[in-house]
């Protein structure tokens, strides 16, 4: 049964779902206007949020307390990040850039640990964005249908960045919006700069659009084994009834497989093998067999997209590892780590840190104002016990989701996909730096709070009852 919604919530819920749909816009959120835009609405939904319950005086469901530790872990980055920016650290923590900075000004400053209080302080706001998005999608999605609905909304959202995509590219004019391509021509992105950025926000969706479609399948499976004969038929009806979502994920697939996104499209693959196998060994009602068999309309179609589009990835898979520059970019940022792994150098200051570190080992001409590893860049940038806590409070979300499974014959998918885009993101940011990209870390915290509305709902019934 589905529940009740106050219409605060629901106001909110749209206005969450225009935010998700407006956020890969503009080059994908990554400019620092619509940085500051994201960040904006984003906690104007949650202020939204908050004055809608104070107004309806709907008492919030009590705090999980499996959700106490994640969010202490996540608060650690953020408090930590305004003692970097501040001015009343002790001396001895400042970075040395601030000395040699008076004495060749030969005028007194003020030291800080960061080396650039404003990168800190917009990293800071990007981060509170993200939480802010996390929250409001976990708040207004914890009936079953909603988060459905908010999955489904995501995917057709992604199915139509996509179709953008592919219409740039099939029609040769190498744009962005309004704007001539500068990099990546050959490429689906979309209207992302980087093809490897897309690859990830493409993966998302069809993660949420895959999951969708196990769900309907394995609702329409029967209890009892099937028998062979009834399974074409099955395979027939899904089709036919499942059509539109079967075009979402051809455009996604495609998209994805037409970016060449090499570690992209590796870790989309990784991800879906989760998700399917999670769904399938998971799911007792008519075998393995008989779902593998009900869900062959969906592996089809993936196959073929894998197939048809595969002519850039193949293309790229001749060409030179980046591993050239990357692995030397790697161990300087280790060794910059080094210099001061407990308080780090600043959050968002990679840039100029690795200016300083940089040699002749790597040979990019490129200004490599990310790592190309987000765990390095966070520890560099945050020290490693606060990256670590940032790290760990994602990963216990996660554990929850994969935990909470057992316990539920429905909504699962929703624990399944958060798991899945866990996978996925974790896996593309050993070797680059979407989760950076604002409108992908957003669409991961919004994919993030729907499955944690679920794994974390409070219910008075058993657990079994609670799904559903």
Same mark, same amino acid.
């Given at each position: ?99 040699? !900075? ?36 976990? !708040? ?23 179709? #953008? ?32 950025? #897309? ?120 060409? *030179? ?7 030397? !970019? ?42 190309? *590893? ?23 979300? !996660? ?70």
């Amino acid at each position: 049964m589905r529940k009740p919604t106050s219409a605060a919530d629901d106001i909110v819920f749209w206005g969450l779902m225009l935010l998700t749909a407006w956020a890969p816009l503009p080059l994908g959120s990554n400019r620092p206007w619509s940085m500051a835009f994201l960040a904006l609405l984003s906690g104007l939904l949650l202020l939204g949020l908050a004055i809608g319950h104070l107004v309806t005086r709907k008492d919030s469901p009590p705090l999980h307390r499996g959700l106490r530790l994640p969010l202490a872990l996540a608060a650690v980055p953020l408090v930590w990040a305004l003692v970097q920016w501040s001015t009343w650290t002790p001396e001895s923590w400042h970075h040395p850039i601030w000395r040699q !900075a008076a004495a060749a000004l030969g005028t007194p400053l003020e030291g800080r640990i960061t080396v650039n209080p404003d990168a800190t302080l917009s990293t800071l706001m990007n981060l509170l964005g993200y939480l802010a998005i996390f929250w409001t999608a976990m !708040a207004t999605t914890r009936d079953p249908a909603r988060a459905r609905l908010a999955l489904r909304l995501f995917a057709l959202i992604g199915a139509g960045y996509a179709l #953008y995509g592919l219409a740039i590219f099939f029609s040769g004019t190498e744009t962005i919006l309004f704007f001539d391509k500068w990099d990546y021509f050959g490429s689906v992105t979309s209207t992302f700069v980087n093809r490897n950025s #897309y690859a990830t926000y493409a993966g998302l969706g069809l993660l949420c659009a895959v999951g969708l479609i196990i769900e309907d399948i394995r609702q329409r499976l029967p209890r009892q084994p099937l028998h062979m004969r009834r399974l074409p038929a099955l395979a027939l009806d899904i089709a036919s009834r499942k059509f539109l979502s079967l075009v979402v994920i051809l455009l996604l697939a495609c998209a994805l497989m037409l970016t060449g996104s090499r570690a992209g499209i590796g870790s989309t693959l990784i991800a879906l093998v989760v998700l399917l196998g999670i769904s399938l060994l998971r799911d007792r009602r008519s075998g393995l067999a008989g779902g593998l068999t009900a869900a062959a309309p969906l592996v089809l179609v993936l196959l073929a997209t894998f197939w048809l589009a595969s002519g850039p990835i193949l293309d790229r898979l001749d060409e *030179n590892s980046p591993a050239a520059d990357r692995l030397p !970019a790697y161990r300087l940022t280790l060794h910059a780590i080094q210099e001061t792994p407990l308080l780090g150098t600043g959050y968002g200051t990679f840039q100029e840190v690795f200016a300083a570190h940089r040699d002749l080992t790597v040979a990019s001409p490129s200004s490599w104002k990310k790592a190309h *590893n987000t765990y390095l860049e966070n520890m560099l940038e945050l020290g490693v016990p606060a990256a670590m806590a940032l790290n760990l409070a994602i990963a216990l979300i !996660a554990w929850r989701a994969l935990r909470a499974m057992s316990s539920r014959r429905r909504s699962r998918i929703y624990l399944t996909v958060g798991v899945s885009a866990t996978v996925l993101v974790g896996l593309h940011s050993l070797v680059d730096f979407s989760l950076q990209i604002p409108a992908i870390a957003a669409a991961y915290a919004f994919i993030m709070g729907v499955t944690a509305a679920q794994a974390f709902r409070q219910t008075s019934q058993g657990p079994e009852e609670s799904d559903g």
